[in-house]
């Protein structure tokens, strides 16, 4: 049944991300339902909490966050754009990766009209993405249910119809965008350099007066018109059906350039506005840098989405910082004239009151969850240069398996590397600039402790890609960063036991803003890094290519 049409076979090679990122983004959702009681045993308790959120308004607008539905609002925050991580990935690939394959040329010698083709696999994603909303609504709903919450079934499956609006606008774009790249991978790295600062627009207005104008160029700030869990709030039916318009817009346009241009080809810019890409200016260029060996050849496949991956990190780091800065007056003076606010703001996902630091180390573990993505966009091109046979060409020349998997795991971790340090250099610039006083070796410990954890991602998918396909080792990664999010930022809240706390990679990582880098952790996940990349290398040397 599912490969009677494109749509259903598209369909079918999401259900894994349906069910994965459906489940999981919905268990986020439930979490700080199960917290938000202990946080509202008195009056005096419920109006503290109301007065720190307020402090923290960049995260969320503060709306009803004495209520579940409205503390569970307030509390994922920008947490739940995670979820665009998926159509920033299907988008870009849709299209352009088949015709990177050659599987689109089969598939348009069929009696189909190549409009309808691609219409059938933007509505398969639309799907996809619903599908996902509804899992994440029903979630929800059980989660009010069980904790008291004050909303009905309604409310909660229009959050998760809201999300997916936004979702699909974030998946029109990546697909528009790839009419304008050769290869998916440049698609994906610009639609999440614009993702970035979309979610950035929508904060100003929030820490800035006066500037929801600016807020308004953001698609994020449509969603955040709705809070459906909030009923005396309810949704923005208008922003619902402008984000849907604005879908429609943008997947309606690349459908109707992909009709226009040659398989394999891109849609002509004028040379101002040609979107930046690595192309030689000579058919053999024999002579070129990054031919000298697999290292340097990887390492200038990675410069460019590295530079994109860069400036959204360390320009997220610096802009937190500035909001540190102007939130810790009115941070200070809550410390100081309540005794229960130190514990209020650990629940709220802080640390220590009594330092700047415990502010900014709420927003920094975002740091490491980036860098570990930038880390799943190369392995899914490790991964997809073997599937598609281009490592064949590469193993004809007199190199042998291991070097060839080790140069590229080379350039990925030099670019790993490059990424910490700049964001350190960006995060101590913005601290002087704004006065905010930090650590500096604190601060170090967080920028750079983070590079460990993007190297064990990668290595976990250099093994995988051992056994699975591209899209399978790539969900699979994006599956278990959701799993660690949950258990690490959502566990504690649940009271899970240590032993489970134990099982993501973020325990690791800890406070180090705030505590110091913890050495011995790190060296656990170096060395577990270490064995995986062992592992997959003896597997890559082992089989047989592409299988």
Not at 71 to 85: D, E, H, N, Q, R
Not at 149 to 156: E, Q, R, S, W
Not at 174 to 183: D, K, N, P, V
Request: aromatic share 10%; charged share 10%.
């Amino acid at each position: 049944m599912w490969l009677r049409s494109v749509y259903l076979k598209t369909l079918r090679d999401y259900r894994v991300a349906i069910l994965g990122w459906g489940i999981g983004m919905g268990l986020v959702v439930i979490s700080p339902m199960a917290s938000v009681g202990t946080l509202l045993t008195t009056p005096q308790a419920r109006q503290q909490l109301v007065s720190l959120a307020a402090s923290f308004a960049w995260n969320a607008d503060v709306v009803a966050v004495d209520t579940i539905g409205g503390y569970a609002t307030y509390k994922i925050g920008i947490f739940i754009f995670l979820i665009a991580v998926w159509p920033l990935l299907a988008g870009s690939r849709m299209l352009r990766g088949e015709e990177d394959r050659g599987s689109l040329d089969v598939l348009l010698s069929l009696p189909r009209r190549r409009v309808r083709v691609a219409l059938e696999k933007v509505a398969a994603m639309w799907t996809a993405l619903l599908s996902m909303g509804l899992l994440i609504g029903l979630l929800a709903f059980a989660g009010g249910q069980k904790f008291g919450g004050d909303f009905g079934l309604g409310g909660g499956l229009l959050f998760g119809v809201n999300l997916a609006l936004l979702c699909a606008v974030v998946g029109g774009l990546a697909l528009l965008i790839s009419q304008f790249t050769s290869e998916g991978g440049p698609a994906a790295g610009w639609t999440a350099a614009l993702l970035l600062p979309f979610i950035v627009l929508d904060m100003v207005h929030r820490v800035i007066p006066h500037t929801e104008w600016i807020s308004r160029l953001s698609p994020v700030y449509y969603y955040n018109l709705s809070k459906p869990l909030v009923p005396s709030y309810g949704a923005n039916v208008g922003a619902m059906i402008f984000l849907g318009a604005l879908a429609l817009v943008l997947s309606g346009a690349a459908v109707w350039l992909f009709s226009r241009r040659d398989v394999g080809d891109t849609v002509p810019l004028p040379r101002w506005l040609r979107l930046p890409e690595h192309r030689s200016s000579r058919a053999l260029p024999v002579g070129d840098w990054s031919l000298r060996s697999v290292y340097t050849r990887s390492l200038g496949m990675t410069v460019r989405p590295a530079v994109w991956w860069t400036l959204g990190i360390a320009g997220f780091a610096a802009w937190m910082v500035v909001v540190v800065q102007q939130t810790e007056a009115r941070l200070s003076t809550l410390f100081a004239t309540s005794p229960t606010a130190a514990s209020l703001i650990r629940n709220l996902g802080g640390g220590d009151a009594n330092l700047n630091a415990s502010f900014l180390s709420a927003i920094f573990v975002l740091l490491p969850l980036l860098l570990m993505a930038f880390a799943v966009t190369q392995v899914n091109h490790w991964a997809a240069d073997e599937q598609d046979g281009r490592l064949d060409l590469v193993l004809t020349t007199p190199q042998s398996r291991l070097w060839v998997l080790l140069g590229r795991f080379a350039a990925l971790g030099t670019a790993t590397v490059a990424i910490g340090v700049v964001t350190l250099l960006a995060s101590a610039v913005a601290a002087a600039a704004t006065g905010l006083k930090l650590d500096l070796g604190n601060l170090a410990g967080a920028t750079l402790g983070m590079i460990p954890l993007g190297l064990l991602v990668a290595a976990i998918g250099y093994l995988a890609s051992g056994w699975l396909r591209t899209a399978a080792d790539t969900g699979l990664l994006s599956f278990l960063l959701v799993i660690w999010f949950f258990i690490s930022f959502i566990g504690p809240e649940l009271k899970l036991p240590d032993a489970t706390l134990r099982l993501s990679a973020f325990y690791y990582y800890g406070t180090p803003l705030v505590h110091g880098l913890e050495l011995g952790p790190m060296l656990g996940v170096v060395a577990v890094s270490a064995l995986a990349l062992a592992l997959g290398t003896l597997r890559f040397v082992r089989k047989d290519i592409a299988t």
